[in-house]
């Protein structure tokens, strides 16, 4: 069965979203989609595109995370035959394939200063100029970018070009976690699991009992809308009894008495209190930058005295390794790391 891209749901935060979308998709203006993980970012890059005049154009997605520095300004600009080693023949990047229709790229906070010095300029004159080649060519591509990192921010300490930020945030649509979305996780969750037991083949849809319900929406959900729908189908198509209703679901798939030795948390890190905060907290007059500052400096300790193994360093933070990473990039310390 086909999985469908769709965009539901019916809080205010979200609808406002969608509509914003919406408004802007006409346009032939950069917009910049925020949002943390899962909460459908390249959802509202699709709409953007399906809505505009641009709409039998291709719509070329590049996360910008996926290739290594070294490759992501000749994916993103292309390259001739001969320009470095491996390049047997000429490419065309991503901007070139993108012509006349949309560019979205995914994880934009990844890029680097030469590749975000090289967007600025494709942005401003709708030139770009392949790796090894000596002539510029002329695009016209509408940009959509998204990302889950604090780029006003980035660009405050360095590690963001202010005026690239200026030229993509013409628009800024920035997605509601699904845990701010009232009633929605209900709505979804439906969703996913009537789709599942269609695949499934199942004659009805038994729906869930309430404990199951009651848990699905007093979850976290730090994967947003990604992670439900992975807790409900794996919930539909482990459940062997369809004309019941579903009455068991599990969140952490990795969850097992036998899990290997090396991925169990170590003891350090299980229920530990936090350690109280000491300063001088009469003087604190800006709460989001204390905590920052109070956040860095306890990954940089843990950084120090685990000689920078980020694995050892996220297993005495309580921390994923994925969490880690991001909060390295976060606070500039991914070069210490």
């Not at 917009?31 to 719509?59: D, N, Y």
């Not at 000596?134 to 005026?163: C, K, W, Y």
Request: hydrophobic share 40%; glycine share 6%.
């Amino acid at each position: 069965m086909e999985r469908a891209t769709h965009l539901i749901g019916q809080a205010g935060p979200f609808l406002d979203a969608v509509e914003r979308a919406s408004r802007a998709a006409p346009l032939r203006r950069p917009v910049l989609v925020v949002g943390e993980r899962g909460t459908g970012k390249e959802l509202i890059a699709e709409r953007l595109h399906h809505l505009s005049s641009r709409w039998q154009e291709p719509l070329v997605t590049m996360n910008c995370a996926a290739l290594p520095e070294t490759l992501i300004e000749a994916e993103l600009f292309g390259h001739e035959a001969g320009a470095f080693t491996g390049a047997s023949r000429a490419r065309a990047g991503r901007f070139e394939e993108a012509d006349r229709g949309t560019l979205f790229l995914d994880e934009l906070g990844t890029l680097s200063m030469a590749a975000q010095e090289r967007l600025l300029r494709v942005i401003e004159y709708g030139e770009v100029t392949r790796i090894g080649a000596s002539r510029a060519n002329h695009v016209d591509v509408r940009i959509v970018a998204a990302t889950n990192e604090d780029l006003p921010r980035m660009a405050a300490t360095g590690r963001f070009r202010p005026d690239l930020l200026d030229r993509l945030s013409f628009e800024v649509i920035t997605l509601p976690p699904l845990r701010v979305r009232e009633g929605d996780i209900a709505v979804l969750a439906e969703h996913f699991g009537r789709r599942m037991a269609a695949e499934l083949a199942w004659d009805t849809w038994p729906g869930f009992a309430p404990e199951v319900s009651t848990a699905l929406e007093t979850h976290r959900w730090p994967g947003n809308v990604r992670e439900l729908r992975n807790v409900v189908e794996r919930a539909v198509y482990r459940w062997d009894s369809p004309a019941r209703a579903i009455a068991d679901v599990q969140f952490d798939p990795f969850d097992s008495p036998w899990k290997p030795q090396g991925m169990a948390p170590e003891p350090a890190s299980i229920a530990q209190p936090a350690p109280p905060v000491r300063g001088d907290l009469d003087g604190v007059t800006d709460l989001r930058a204390a905590v920052d500052t109070h956040e860095r400096a306890i990954i940089d300790h843990h950084l120090t005295k685990n000689r920078f193994n980020q694995r050892q360093t996220a297993k005495a933070l309580g921390l994923s390794y994925d969490q880690l990473r991001h909060a390295l990039r976060r606070h500039g310390l991914i070069d210490r790391a």
